[in-house]
């Protein structure tokens, strides 16, 4: 009989088979320890809110403890896992934009109260990944996940094909479209 010392040396894989095959909470534990932190990393990405990307993170471990089952091995478990992540954080980003928006409004009175300072202290690269971080929320979800997966996770092109269960082509064509999007928005809008 393995020891709980053994199975925390195991694989991914094989730990989610013991998992499935047993339902022991234990062996999850150890699961959730190896990828919490990446896989709120991912949430807070898509939350910009400690608390909400902490409640993305159970919500999201939550739902893989009842579909670790559906993992069928046709690419590694951290693919599989960047996928269930960005899928519940595209389907949250979706649920709430109404709400975000409506969170994000500016009051014109905080406009007109706003001082003018000196911005030289500020470098021009950070100007660019502050409007580069701004132009990729405007795209829509289903972009920005492509985008990241290949330019934040750097996951290859096959493993992109896997998480999104899309042909090469078709990885490549919306890789294209989301970076043209994101260069359109970043040039009108940000200028």
């Known amino acids: 009989m393995k020891t709980l010392t053994d199975t925390s040396n195991l694989p991914d894989e094989d730990l989610v088979k013991a998992i499935v095959k047993t339902n022991n909470t234990v062996l999850f534990e150890i699961l ?4 919490a932190t990446l896989v709120y990393n991912k949430c807070f990405g898509f939350a910009k809110d400690t608390d909400e990307a902490k409640d993305l993170t159970q919500d999201v ?16 478990f951290s693919t599989w896992l960047y996928a269930f992540t960005y899928n519940h954080c595209v389907n949250y980003v979706t649920r709430n934009t109404a709400k975000k928006f409506e969170k994000q409004s500016v009051d014109y009175k905080d406009i007109e109260n706003l001082s003018y300072t ?3 202290d500020t470098s021009f690269l950070d100007m660019k990944v502050d409007k580069l971080k701004v132009a990729l929320e405007l795209i829509s979800p289903e972009e920005k996940m492509i985008l990241l997966l290949k ?4 996951l290859s092109i096959k493993d992109i094909e896997s998480v999104l269960g899309i042909g090469e082509s078709a990885v490549k064509m919306r890789i294209k479209r989301a970076k043209d999007k994101l260069k359109t928005v970043y040039t009108n809008n940000l200028k």
Do not use: C, P, T
Not at 61 to 76: D, I, M, W
Not at 151 to 154: A, E, I, L, N, S
């Open 32 to 35: 959730y320890d190896r990828y």
């Open 61 to 76: 471990f939550l739902k893989l403890f009842v579909k670790l089952a559906s993992f069928k091995r046709k690419s590694k």
């Open 118 to 120: 000196d911005e030289s």
């Open 151 to 154: 330019y934040q996770d750097f």
